[in-house]
Nanobody, 132 residues
Framework: VQLVESGGGSVQIGGSLTLSCVASGFTFDDSVIGWFRQAPGKEREGVACLNTNEDGHIYYHNSVKGRFTISSDSAKNTVYLRMNNLEPEDTAVYFC?????????????????????????WGQGTQVSVSS
């Protein structure tokens, strides 16, 4: 399993960014793939995750609902995270994650399992910085 994130950068409050996660080494179109973030001094937290199969279920952390959109493109084996109306609290390193041995279902339990390190393959992360 390999996950490569890109698209991070520095923006001002209210700005937008789109992160990409290119995946390989597993069955992309039958997986749960998610985005997490970790700010300095804080624990890693789930942001958004989705089921890439026909179910297509999506789950967002409350703090990003209405501002962030997760999507996938199976032709490109890529998961995106469109982030609008960015706030300083969104500043963090953003990671994508999945685990073929723990498909699970998009939701808080899936976030908790990965954040706790019980499951998960992770990318190297991409930095997002939001300033005033």
């Amino acid at each position: 399993v390999q996950l490569v994130e890109s698209g991070g950068g520095s923006v001002q409050i209210g700005g937008s960014l789109t992160l990409s996660c290119v995946a390989s080494g597993f069955t992309f179109d039958d997986s749960v793939i998610g985005w997490f973030r970790q700010a300095p001094g804080k624990e890693r937290e789930g942001v958004a995750c989705l089921n890439t199969n026909e179910d297509g279920h999506i789950y967002y952390h409350n703090s990003v609902k209405g501002r962030f959109t997760i999507s996938s493109d199976s032709a490109k084996n890529t998961v995106y995270l469109r982030m609008n109306n960015l706030e300083p609290e969104d500043t963090a390193v953003y990671f994508c994650a999945t685990d073929p041995l723990y498909p699970g279902y998009p939701g808080p339990m899936w976030f908790d399992t990965f954040a706790a390190g019980v499951a998960g393959h992770w990318g190297q992360g991409t930095q997002v910085s939001v300033s005033s």
